[in-house]
């Protein structure tokens, strides 16, 4: 008597999951090397190396989850540690320890304390781009993202938009825009790195130029699978999640 076996559920990958090998495959056939950096971040590499000081107005963009120190050491300042809130603090860990030319992205889980709705979460996921070389101007950040959407979204033909944006670690500072499906949506935020967060990894912004971007991997899902609220991501339906 034969007995026939049971079908084996297979596990599914998480759409993030999906999206992130995606960009990070993307990225690496174009020549970027991918790396990993911490959640728990010093108060350093979040915001004083990039050229956000503590009295710096910039740093009411990020709402922080700040991390109560595990010790107090008498007659001692201690580091004050946080979940970071951006994948940027990687940027200047990578460039204390490489020397340029250099091309490099970082995907991972950012942290800001805010109200959840349809679109924000108190934790998400970005990806984070670096490129350091000589005469790098923002006609190569323009090439390398046109490139990436092509491959992302499979249009020949992706039509780009930069808009004046403000960030403190780059300058100038461009919102990108891409028009897809008939209206334009904001894809990353990018600009050419500061010539201050050059200086901090001791490399002479008169020799070395880069741009530097940061894409929103939560965004980007919710483009590609037509999902309208970013906490299903974040949730336990099996209906939702079994659909991948």
Do not use: C
């Amino acid at each position: 008597m034969n007995r026939q076996k049971r079908p084996k559920n297979k596990g599914h990958f998480h759409p993030l999951t999906l999206v992130t090998k995606q960009m990070t495959d993307i990225f690496q056939s174009m020549g970027f090397d991918v790396f990993l950096g911490p959640d728990i971040e010093t108060e350093y590499y979040n915001f004083d190396a990039l050229n956000i000081p503590k009295d710096h107005p910039a740093r009411d963009m990020w709402d922080t989850f700040w991390l109560k120190p595990e010790s107090q050491i008498s007659n001692l300042k201690s580091q004050k540690y946080l979940l970071r809130t951006h994948t940027s603090p990687m940027q200047v860990r990578y460039m204390e320890h490489h020397q340029p030319p250099f091309s490099i992205v970082v995907p991972g889980r950012v942290y800001r304390y805010e109200a959840t709705d349809a679109t924000h979460e108190i934790q998400f996921n970005q990806l984070e781009g670096l490129m350091i070389g000589r005469d790098i101007t923002l006609a190569h950040l323009k090439g390398v993202m046109a490139g990436f959407l092509k491959k992302l979204f499979g249009d020949k033909k992706v039509e780009l938009r930069f808009r004046p944006g403000y960030f403190p670690f780059v300058e100038p500072g461009v919102e990108v825009d891409a028009l897809l499906n008939g209206r334009w949506i904001e894809i990353a935020g990018a600009g050419m790195v500061h010539p201050r967060v050059l200086k901090n990894v001791n490399l002479n912004p008169d020799e070395w130029q880069g741009f530097a971007f940061g894409v929103g991997i939560d965004r980007v899902a919710m483009i590609k699978y037509k999902i309208d609220d970013i906490r299903l991501f974040y949730g336990s339906d099996l209906r939702f999640l079994n659909q991948f």
